[in-house]
Protein backbone atom coordinates (compact mmCIF):
# COMPACT_ATOMS: atom_id res chain seq x y z
CA UNK A 1 0.00 0.00 0.00
CA UNK A 2 1.75 2.99 -1.11
CA UNK A 3 2.32 6.28 1.86
CA UNK A 4 1.46 9.59 1.27
CA UNK A 5 3.68 11.06 -1.45
CA UNK A 6 4.27 14.73 -1.38
CA UNK A 7 5.89 16.41 -3.94
CA UNK A 8 8.49 18.29 -4.65
CA UNK A 9 10.52 17.08 -1.81
CA UNK A 10 13.18 20.12 -1.68
CA UNK A 11 12.68 23.65 -2.85
CA UNK A 12 14.44 27.15 -3.34
CA UNK A 13 12.24 29.92 -3.40
CA UNK A 14 12.72 33.84 -3.33
CA UNK A 15 11.23 36.22 -1.57
CA UNK A 16 7.56 37.14 -3.26
CA UNK A 17 7.57 34.40 -5.68
CA UNK A 18 4.84 31.98 -5.29
CA UNK A 19 4.81 27.87 -4.06
CA UNK A 20 2.88 25.08 -5.05
CA UNK A 21 2.87 22.23 -3.35
CA UNK A 22 1.33 18.55 -4.06
CA UNK A 23 0.04 15.58 -1.66
CA UNK A 24 -1.27 11.94 -2.66
CA UNK A 25 -2.76 10.29 0.12
CA UNK A 26 -3.10 7.18 0.94
CA UNK A 27 -5.84 5.40 -1.69
CA UNK A 28 -9.08 5.60 -0.20
CA UNK A 29 -8.27 8.07 2.23
CA UNK A 30 -10.46 11.60 1.61
CA UNK A 31 -9.41 13.84 4.55
CA UNK A 32 -5.81 15.60 3.86
CA UNK A 33 -4.57 17.84 6.30
CA UNK A 34 -1.76 20.45 5.89
CA UNK A 35 0.61 21.35 8.88
CA UNK A 36 4.13 23.52 8.50
CA UNK A 37 7.04 22.08 11.28
CA UNK A 38 9.91 24.96 11.98
CA UNK A 39 12.46 25.09 14.73
CA UNK A 40 11.10 27.41 16.57
CA UNK A 41 7.25 26.22 16.62
CA UNK A 42 7.11 23.03 16.41
CA UNK A 43 4.00 21.62 14.17
CA UNK A 44 1.61 23.67 13.40
CA UNK A 45 -1.56 22.77 11.57
CA UNK A 46 -2.37 24.79 8.80
CA UNK A 47 -5.97 23.48 6.89
CA UNK A 48 -8.03 20.07 6.50
CA UNK A 49 -10.04 18.96 3.22
CA UNK A 50 -12.37 16.43 3.22
CA UNK A 51 -14.27 15.60 -0.07
CA UNK A 52 -12.96 19.08 -1.82
CA UNK A 53 -14.17 20.89 1.13
CA UNK A 54 -12.41 23.44 3.53
CA UNK A 55 -13.69 21.86 6.83
CA UNK A 56 -10.96 23.56 9.33
CA UNK A 57 -8.45 25.93 9.19
CA UNK A 58 -5.71 27.19 11.00
CA UNK A 59 -4.33 30.45 12.20
CA UNK A 60 -1.93 31.63 9.03
CA UNK A 61 -2.75 34.72 7.24
CA UNK A 62 -4.60 34.50 3.60
CA UNK A 63 -1.57 34.08 1.77
CA UNK A 64 -2.09 29.80 2.58
CA UNK A 65 -4.25 28.30 0.47
CA UNK A 66 -5.57 25.24 -0.23
CA UNK A 67 -7.42 22.83 -2.54
CA UNK A 68 -8.83 19.27 -2.74
CA UNK A 69 -9.20 17.40 -6.19
CA UNK A 70 -12.00 14.68 -6.77
CA UNK A 71 -9.41 12.12 -6.22
CA UNK A 72 -8.90 13.06 -3.03
CA UNK A 73 -5.15 14.48 -4.17
CA UNK A 74 -4.36 17.93 -2.48
CA UNK A 75 -2.74 21.19 -3.08
CA UNK A 76 -1.03 23.82 -1.24
CA UNK A 77 0.06 27.37 -1.83
CA UNK A 78 1.61 30.43 -0.28
CA UNK A 79 1.79 33.55 -2.12
CA UNK A 80 4.16 36.41 -1.86
CA UNK A 81 6.73 34.06 -0.02
CA UNK A 82 8.85 35.59 2.80
CA UNK A 83 11.62 34.43 5.09
CA UNK A 84 9.35 33.08 7.85
CA UNK A 85 7.65 30.81 5.21
CA UNK A 86 11.14 28.62 5.33
CA UNK A 87 10.09 25.24 7.17
CA UNK A 88 8.74 21.21 6.23
CA UNK A 89 5.34 21.63 4.83
CA UNK A 90 4.01 17.95 6.10
CA UNK A 91 1.01 16.63 4.64
CA UNK A 92 -1.75 14.05 6.48
CA UNK A 93 -4.23 11.61 5.25
CA UNK A 94 -6.55 9.60 6.52
CA UNK A 95 -9.90 8.34 6.06
CA UNK A 96 -12.39 10.59 7.39
CA UNK A 97 -10.80 12.73 9.68
CA UNK A 98 -7.72 12.44 12.25
CA UNK A 99 -8.64 9.32 13.02
CA UNK A 100 -9.43 9.04 17.07
CA UNK A 101 -10.20 5.30 16.88
CA UNK A 102 -6.27 5.13 16.73
CA UNK A 103 -3.50 4.88 13.92
CA UNK A 104 -4.94 6.42 10.52
CA UNK A 105 -3.31 9.66 10.47
CA UNK A 106 -0.43 9.03 8.01
CA UNK A 107 2.39 11.77 7.46
CA UNK A 108 3.75 12.06 3.97
CA UNK A 109 8.29 13.10 3.60
CA UNK A 110 7.23 16.56 3.14
CA UNK A 111 8.50 19.60 1.17
CA UNK A 112 11.27 21.29 2.64
CA UNK A 113 11.04 24.93 1.35
CA UNK A 114 14.03 27.26 1.32
CA UNK A 115 13.05 31.33 1.02
CA UNK A 116 16.07 33.31 0.22
CA UNK B 1 -7.04 26.71 23.80
CA UNK B 2 -4.64 23.61 24.01
CA UNK B 3 -1.08 23.84 25.63
CA UNK B 4 1.41 21.04 25.25
CA UNK B 5 5.11 20.93 27.04
CA UNK B 6 7.31 18.56 26.82
CA UNK B 7 10.97 18.56 27.46
CA UNK B 8 13.07 19.94 24.74
CA UNK B 9 15.74 17.23 25.06
CA UNK B 10 16.65 14.00 26.64
CA UNK B 11 19.76 11.91 26.72
CA UNK B 12 19.49 8.02 27.31
CA UNK B 13 22.35 5.10 27.02
CA UNK B 14 21.43 2.22 24.94
CA UNK B 15 20.26 -0.84 26.62
CA UNK B 16 18.29 1.83 29.40
CA UNK B 17 14.96 3.05 29.97
CA UNK B 18 13.88 6.20 29.05
CA UNK B 19 10.69 8.01 30.14
CA UNK B 20 9.11 11.10 27.87
CA UNK B 21 6.88 13.19 29.65
CA UNK B 22 4.30 15.57 28.17
CA UNK B 23 1.40 17.59 30.01
CA UNK B 24 -0.86 19.60 28.18
CA UNK B 25 -3.83 21.77 28.73
CA UNK B 26 -7.57 21.63 26.56
CA UNK B 27 -10.47 22.98 26.07
CA UNK B 28 -11.97 19.04 25.78
CA UNK B 29 -10.30 16.13 25.84
CA UNK B 30 -10.49 13.79 22.52
CA UNK B 31 -7.00 11.44 23.82
CA UNK B 32 -4.11 12.06 23.29
CA UNK B 33 -1.53 10.68 20.54
CA UNK B 34 2.79 9.87 20.51
CA UNK B 35 4.70 9.90 17.60
CA UNK B 36 8.35 9.33 16.52
CA UNK B 37 10.04 11.33 13.76
CA UNK B 38 13.53 10.85 12.81
CA UNK B 39 15.37 13.77 11.67
CA UNK B 40 14.45 14.20 7.60
CA UNK B 41 11.47 11.99 7.90
CA UNK B 42 7.42 12.05 8.27
CA UNK B 43 6.23 11.17 11.63
CA UNK B 44 5.12 8.28 12.51
CA UNK B 45 2.23 7.14 14.88
CA UNK B 46 3.58 5.17 18.36
CA UNK B 47 0.28 5.35 20.44
CA UNK B 48 -3.37 7.04 21.26
CA UNK B 49 -4.58 7.23 24.72
CA UNK B 50 -7.96 8.17 25.40
CA UNK B 51 -8.33 6.49 29.04
CA UNK B 52 -6.23 6.83 31.77
CA UNK B 53 -3.80 3.95 32.30
CA UNK B 54 -0.71 1.90 30.96
CA UNK B 55 -0.62 0.26 27.10
CA UNK B 56 1.94 -1.35 26.48
CA UNK B 57 3.24 -2.33 22.45
CA UNK B 58 6.38 -4.30 22.57
CA UNK B 59 9.33 -2.00 23.95
CA UNK B 60 7.47 1.23 24.07
CA UNK B 61 4.31 2.24 26.74
CA UNK B 62 2.05 5.23 26.83
CA UNK B 63 0.64 6.40 29.98
CA UNK B 64 -2.07 8.46 30.42
CA UNK B 65 -4.04 10.79 33.61
CA UNK B 66 -6.82 12.88 32.86
CA UNK B 67 -7.02 14.18 35.63
CA UNK B 68 -3.62 15.25 35.89
CA UNK B 69 -3.29 16.55 32.35
CA UNK B 70 -0.38 13.91 31.74
CA UNK B 71 1.02 11.71 29.76
CA UNK B 72 4.50 10.04 29.19
CA UNK B 73 5.99 7.53 26.72
CA UNK B 74 7.92 4.46 28.26
CA UNK B 75 11.05 3.39 25.64
CA UNK B 76 12.78 0.02 27.18
CA UNK B 77 15.96 -1.60 25.69
CA UNK B 78 16.53 1.62 24.19
CA UNK B 79 18.26 1.12 20.71
CA UNK B 80 20.93 3.58 18.40
CA UNK B 81 18.05 3.42 16.09
CA UNK B 82 15.29 5.25 18.83
CA UNK B 83 17.71 8.41 18.61
CA UNK B 84 14.82 10.37 17.18
CA UNK B 85 12.48 13.55 18.24
CA UNK B 86 8.82 11.96 20.06
CA UNK B 87 5.85 14.59 19.39
CA UNK B 88 3.16 14.61 21.78
CA UNK B 89 -0.10 15.91 20.15
CA UNK B 90 -3.69 16.30 21.24
CA UNK B 91 -7.21 16.51 18.62
CA UNK B 92 -9.61 18.88 19.02
CA UNK B 93 -12.43 19.04 17.04
CA UNK B 94 -13.25 22.10 15.37
CA UNK B 95 -16.90 20.91 13.89
CA UNK B 96 -18.35 19.82 10.51
CA UNK B 97 -16.28 16.37 11.48
CA UNK B 98 -12.94 17.45 11.97
CA UNK B 99 -10.75 17.44 14.20
CA UNK B 100 -7.01 18.79 14.37
CA UNK B 101 -3.95 18.19 15.84
CA UNK B 102 -2.19 20.13 18.51
CA UNK B 103 1.29 19.10 18.73
CA UNK B 104 3.90 19.95 21.38
CA UNK B 105 7.51 21.31 20.14
CA UNK B 106 8.98 17.45 20.69
CA UNK B 107 11.63 15.88 22.54
CA UNK B 108 14.72 15.30 21.21
CA UNK B 109 16.06 11.99 22.65
CA UNK B 110 19.67 10.97 21.91
CA UNK B 111 20.74 7.20 22.77
CA UNK B 112 24.35 7.47 23.05
CA UNK B 113 26.54 4.13 23.67
Known amino acids: KAGVTQTPRYLIKTRGQQVTLSCSPI?????VSWYQQTPGQGLQFLFE???????NKGNFPGRFSGRQFSNSRSEMNVSTLELGDSALYLC???????????????FGEGSWLTVV | GQNIDQPTEMTATEGAIVQINCTYQ??????LFWYQQHAGEAPTFLSY????GLEEKGRFSSFLSRSKGYSYLLLKELQMKDSASYLC??????????????FGKGTKLSVIP
Open chain 1, 92 to 106: ASSFAGTGLTGNTIY
Open chain 1, 27 to 31: SGHRS
Open chain 1, 49 to 55: YFSETQR
Open chain 2, 26 to 31: TSGFNG
Open chain 2, 49 to 52: NVLD
Open chain 2, 89 to 102: AVPSYSGAGSYQLT
